[in-house]
């Protein structure tokens, strides 16, 4: 089977060194291997998502040297899709409606010990997974905003052990085959309050649409590979193999953000940087393999 690679920004702001540095080590990896590179735009954040942006990824990623496959898939084109998967989830009584807002979810865990998942956000509270059928029916029959989220425990006992096989390594060094642990997640969103997806759902229906066999990304979203595997399992879906590389930072070790405008894309280019000046400041003429 041909090796299926993918790159995969929101248009919600320019790209900056850290783009640039994961585009090119998966484009790098997919040449490396005979595959084919695709280019997917991940527009569900609507408030956030702009056309200019993602004129730019495309002026950006033409300028560094990379080529993909058309047509480019934007996943606010396909929400069926993900409509699709939810309603698997409904069916297997996987999912719920979680009413509570950032106010009432901050109170509810405010104490020191409330465990908290791997992005440092608490674990969501089970004050809705105790609510009776009858008072659900009614807030979701009024239009109550909600949520839907995975009912955790029921879904990893469905779904048995999950690992996936990592290329690259994690943030404690992981490698090889990796088991994972989605009960550091709790019940995570599968479905926003404005669109019937997440970004955890969407990305899972994405790359098994895509038929995407690797998965080249950065170590801050190695922990979230758990939650994946877990959909793929409960929606009987593949589990590509995964690539997690280290992160560019800037002067004092943070992760960029497109907030930071000096090291966008366009602003290198328009001070004079070439492509291949871009590929020395992240380091892959040192490190093609990126991990």
Known sequence: MQPIFRFAPSPNGELHLGHAFSALASYALCRQMGGRFLLRIEDIDIGRTRPEFEAAIFRDLAWLGLTWEEPVRRQSENMTAYRAAL???AGERLIYPAFM???EIAAATS???????PDGAPVYPPHDRLLSTEDVSRRVAAGEPHTLRLISDDAIAQAG???WHEEGRGPEGESGTVTGHPEAWGDFV?????????YHLAVVVDDADQSITHVVRGQDLFHATSAHVLLQ??????TPVYHHHRL????VGRKLSKSDRDTSLRALRENGATPADVRAMVGLQQDVRAD
Do not use: E, N, Q, Y
């Open 233 to 238: 399992r409960l929606l009987g879906l593949p």
């Open 101 to 103: 807002t950032r106010g």
């Open 248 to 251: 560019i930072t800037d002067a």
């Open 161 to 163: 052990i999950l690992s």
């Open 111 to 117: 104490t020191p010990d409330w465990p908290r998942d």
């Open 87 to 89: 309603d698997r989830l």
């Open 190 to 198: 599968v479905a926003r309050k404005d669109i019937p997806t997440s």
